[in-house]
């Protein structure tokens, strides 16, 4: 048996470039969330405070809060399983909706469309 391989060598040997692929997949994804939830915080920093209320949204603080909270669940939670890891798919949702709802609104009301 000394000069034989097992028949588990091979296989390990080529286990590892098939599971690598989705995990870099996943790490891809998981840094592009990261660098979304990003953007909607620098975005929502930077816009007017008083346009928040004004297009019928939560104020300007607690944007920046949820979105901050996100982006931390993001950054911090991503390999661990359970009910916390679902705080960082809120964050996600949370960088969505600000960006595709809030961030048009506040958008149009500081244009002076709809103020």
Do not use: N, T
């Given at each position: 048996m000394r000069g034989?391989?097992?028949p588990a060598g091979p296989?390990?040997?080529y286990a590892g470039p098939v599971l690598g692929a989705p995990?870099?997949?996943?790490l891809v994804i998981s840094y592009a969330c990261i660098a979304m939830g990003g953007w909607a915080l620098i975005d929502a920093a930077t816009?007017?405070?008083?346009?928040f209320p004004a297009a019928g949204r939560q104020t300007?603080?607690?944007?920046?809060?949820?979105?901050g909270?996100?982006?931390?669940?993001?950054?911090?939670f991503p390999?661990?399983?359970?009910?916390i890891a679902m705080l960082?798919?809120?964050?996600?949702?949370?960088?969505?909706v600000y960006l595709v709802d809030v961030r048009r609104r506040v958008i149009e009301v500081s244009r002076g469309s709809r103020w």
């Open positions: 034989q391989s097992s296989r390990l040997a995990i870099g997949v996943y816009r007017r405070a008083d346009a300007k603080p607690i944007w920046l809060g949820i979105l909270a996100g982006v931390v669940c993001q950054w911090i390999a661990l399983f359970g009910p960082g798919l809120a964050g996600i949702v949370a960088a969505i």
